[in-house]
């Protein structure tokens, strides 16, 4: 339920004398609708309150500002003046350490908050032995010289490599075979052939087949008539 006029003039004219600046409808109803005011009542006590004296206003094209009366307000002299003055630098000082006491507060609740608890601490630290444990049942293994890879695991690997390597050295072998054939009383230099081809060798770039057979368990290399 809407307040009564007088009352909602008296809560108009309060928020006016409050604001001292000028304001027009729109501003004092929507500072208003916390008092369940609507813009029509609002624009209603306004022109009241200046027919009435109350308050001032100005028009401006067909807006009008009100504002509140400036001779009901004290007007402080220079030494008055002065005086806020220095008061509003002390409580401006006591506002930033207030602030600054905020801050390091918050600061400080933020560090709690990011520390572990007691019941996390205990949980890290267990997993953390564990680990532990396990690194060093891993170490005495490879102290006592046993291997911590599966047999099959290293045969797989092992066939796969002895494989690669035979495929390369069968490829090696039928490449020099077409080679032999095709620069066989060739009419120019083979050297100038082939890098115009641009063919490379092994050796070429820096690469051995021995080298790379040579970790291959002796059972599985095949001989080179193979």
């Known amino acids: 339920m809407a307040p009564k006029t007088d009352n909602t003039e008296a809560i108009v004219l309060n928020f006016v004398n409050e604001q001292n600046r000028p304001l027009n409808t729109q501003n004092a109803a929507d500072a208003l609708q916390k008092f369940s005011l609507k813009k029509t009542a609002v624009q209603k006590a306004l022109d009241s309150l200046a027919d009435a004296g109350k308050i001032t206003f ?25 005086l806020m003055k220095e008061e509003n630098a002390k409580l401006q000082e006591q506002v930033q350490e207030k602030r600054k006491a905020i801050s390091e507060v918050e600061s400080e609740v933020k560090c709690l908050q990011s520390n572990l608890t007691l019941e996390e601490i205990q949980e890290k630290d267990a997993k953390l032995r564990k680990e532990v444990r396990e690194m060093e049942e891993k170490l005495l293994k490879l102290r006592e010289g046993v291997t911590l890879v599966r047999p099959e695991d ?41 890098e115009e081809l641009g063919v490379e060798y092994d050796e070429d770039v820096g690469l051995s087949l021995q080298a790379y057979s040579d970790p291959i368990p002796h059972g599985k290399k095949r001989g080179r008539g193979q």
Do not use: C
Request: proline share 3%.
């Open 58 to 82: 100005k028009e401006y094209g067909k807006q009008k500002l009100y504002i509140a009366r400036q001779d009901q307000f004290e007007i402080p002299n220079t030494e008055e003046l002065a």
């Open 154 to 194: 290293k045969k797989a690997v092992e066939d796969m490599y002895s494989d690669k390597i035979n495929q390369w050295r069968k490829r090696k072998r039928m490449f020099r075979d077409v080679w032999d054939t095709v620069t066989e009383n060739f009419p120019r230099d083979i050297k100038e052939f082939k």
